[in-house]
């Protein structure tokens, strides 16, 4: 057997069952493939099957509140991708009548669809031949035929593209889908499983000894830390959340206002009443922030101070917070103040 003949034999007899797997439908496709960027598997299932329960098509998910979309995404993280996800299908309802296009210069216009998610969607629902490279595909690829191109660099994408384009069968649809589960489960990033690898044998780097050597990576600079107090304004029983901006980072979810910590102490210190929680940190992919979380009775001039950018807030109990959609960094404090409440 070829390498193409022994790895498609190896996903047919241990790929994981996944949804997504037992349709056809391109929009059904497209929904997990963004929900699987930057996201595992297993996480996404539960939150697949949720949002496909209540947006079955393309029509009804364009014509949801933007709102009710976060609210299904909530806990996914990188909230873009369900902004995304909503202009996109408003979109193809719109030019497409509902229907997911299976023409690549058409897809590439869907807001959201990259490279890697192309490839993905057009091989896997319409058997397009394209290739459907990440980083997963990239080390398995560099380990076996020896590409010491750096993967940190946009520009080499293409020779792994180029590669797996020599590779691809007649029909995609598997093939594509073979290389990422062979990353995910057996040529994993630290500890990859060469003695239950289907083309072990046609392994460069695995033959030479050499395959941990592989991918070549630049290192990233370590996420900057941000520090600042969070800030929750207390009203009886209720907190003060506010909406944010409509660009940048968690734009238009629901948090507490952030104050940052350099310089902050003079303003905190004049509030008459103040409750200083553990730390909450929260990883972004860029950058970190290091919160304290602070609890302080409302008063008006220092609320009018720190909440004089706020476009849209509410004072919220703890119950109604579960039905705003609340960025997840934001919903780690809200837990501390949980558990505050119970001692
Ligand atoms: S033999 Fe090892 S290094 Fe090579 S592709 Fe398989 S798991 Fe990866």
Redesign the pocket.
């Known amino acids: 057997m070829d390498y193409t003949e022994r790895l498609l034999t190896w996903f047919d007899a241990y790929k994981r069952e996944m949804p997504w797997r037992n349709t056809n439908d391109p929009y059904a496709i497209w929904v997990s493939e963004i929900m699987l960027q930057q996201t595992q598997v297993d996480t996404v299932i539960p939150y697949y099957n949720k949002f496909m329960g209540r947006f079955p098509t393309v029509h009804s998910l364009a014509s949801a509140p933007l709102e009710e979309v976060y609210k299904y995404w909530e806990g996914l993280g990188y909230y873009r991708r369900a902004e995304n996800l909503h202009k996109g299908a408003k979109m193809v309802d719109e030019q497409y009548g509902g229907v997911f296009p299976g023409d690549i210069e058409q897809v590439k216009k869907i807001p959201g669809i990259g490279p890697y998610t192309l490839g993905a969607i057009l091989s896997i629902a319409f058997h397009i031949p394209l290739p459907a490279v990440d980083g997963n595909v990239m080390?398995?690829l560099a380990?076996?035929f020896l590409i010491d191109e750096d993967i940190s660099i946009t520009k080499n994408r293409k020779i792994f593209e180029d590669k797996v384009m020599e590779l691809m069968p007649e029909d995609p649809n598997r093939f594509n889908q073979a290389l990422m589960e062979?990353g995910a489960l057996?040529?994993?990033p630290k500890t990859?499983?060469?003695s239950?690898?289907?083309?072990?044998t046609l392994?460069?780097?695995?033959i030479n000894g050499s395959?941990?050597q592989?991918p070549v990576k630049t290192k990233k600079i370590k996420n900057p830390s941000e520090f600042y107090y969070a800030i929750l304004f207390k009203k009886g029983n209720t907190y003060w959340m506010e909406k944010r901006p409509e660009e940048g980072l968690l734009a238009r979810l629901w948090g507490f206002p952030l104050v940052e910590k350099e310089g902050a102490d003079n303003i905190i210190n004049k509030a008459c009443y103040y409750e200083v929680l553990q730390d909450v940190s929260h990883v972004f992919t860029h950058k970190k922030w290091e919160m304290t979380p602070i609890i302080i009775e409302w008063e008006k001039t220092l609320f009018s101070q720190l909440t004089a950018n706020t476009e849209l807030g509410a004072f919220v109990t703890l119950e109604e917070m579960k039905s705003y959609p609340i960025a997840t960094a934001f919903k780690k404090i809200i837990k501390k103040v949980i558990k505050e409440d119970l001692k």
């Open positions: 080390r398995i380990r076996q062979l057996v040529c994993t990859p499983k060469c239950e690898c289907p083309v072990s392994c460069k780097g695995h395959a941990l592989y």
